[in-house]
Antibody, heavy 123, light 107 residues
Framework: QVQLQESGPGLVKPSQTLSLTCTVSGASLINDQNYWSWIRQPAGKGLEWIGRIYISGSTNYQPSLQSRVTISLDTSKNQVSLKLRSVTAADTAVYFC???????????????WGQGTTVTVSS | DIQMTQSPSTLSASVGDRVTITCRASQNIDTFLAWYQQKPGKAPKLLIYKGSILYSGVPSRFSGSASGAESSLTISSLQPDDFATYYCQQYDVYPWTFGQGTKLEIK
């Protein structure tokens, strides 16, 4: 059973880089034909998809964040990373990593989520 | 971006009621749609994918339908555990987008 666990600093200063890691257990990134996404949710608000990465390294990003975001894989550590540069208070949110459901080689919604990690941008 | 509009934003209902939440996309998304349930402080849980397919382990009182730009989630007989916030999500066109959520409250 695949499990995801986000980790990283809970407080980031404005203009700095937010760096989070999602550790995957129960599956091997290098062998798993899957997409791994980051999704965020400001307190009391809805969900925003940030982007995703495939094992090949291919990525897709939210256009509004594309200039500031990088998602990468570390297959040796079985981790998916998120970097968001030049953060402002508007980036304060709970950040989730998630994987997509795969059925018959087709990809659907997100069936496994991490518990989420809260990041506050403040000086 | 495809805008996903859910209605209602808040729904008050009682245990045993049948309720329906609708989700309208700003363009045709066929059945590239998922529904999630989220409780406070928790990650969302997948309920429905491909518009109408029940995810493994989800109770059969949940059902979904989708056609073109219109989708709906129905709970046939509300149980106490169902009071939560529900989100639709399209995964047809980047960037993937979610509805604003429907909070299902106890009447």
């Amino acid at each position: 059973q695949v499990q995801l666990q986000e980790s990283g600093p809970g407080l980031v200063k404005p203009s700095q880089t937010l760096s989070l890691t999602c550790t995957v257990s129960g599956a091997s990134l290098i062998n798993d034909q899957n997409y791994w996404s980051w999704i965020r949710q400001p307190a009391g608000k809805g969900l925003e998809w940030i982007g995703r990465i495939y094992i090949s390294g291919s990525t897709n990003y939210q256009p509004s964040l594309q200039s500031r975001v990088t998602i990468s894989l570390d297959t040796s550590k079985n981790q998916v990373s998120l970097k968001l540069r030049s953060v402002t208070a508007a980036d304060t949110a709970v950040y989730f990593c998630a994987k997509q459901l795969v059925v018959g080689g087709f990809y659907y919604g997100f069936d496994v989520w991490g518990q989420g990690t809260t990041v506050t941008v403040s000086s | 971006d495809i805008q996903m509009t859910q209605s209602p934003s808040t729904l008050s209902a009682s245990v045993g009621d049948r309720v329906t939440i609708t989700c309208r996309a700003s363009q045709n998304i066929d059945t590239f749609l998922a529904w999630y349930q989220q409780k406070p402080g928790k990650a969302p849980k997948l309920l429905i994918y491909k518009g109408s397919i029940l995810y493994s382990g989800v109770p059969s009182r949940f059902s979904g339908s989708a056609s073109g730009a219109e989708s709906s989630l129905t709970i046939s007989s509300l149980q106490p555990d169902d009071f939560a916030t529900y989100y639709c999500q399209q995964y047809d066109v980047y960037p993937w987008t979610f509805g604003q959520g429907t909070k299902l409250e106890i009447k």
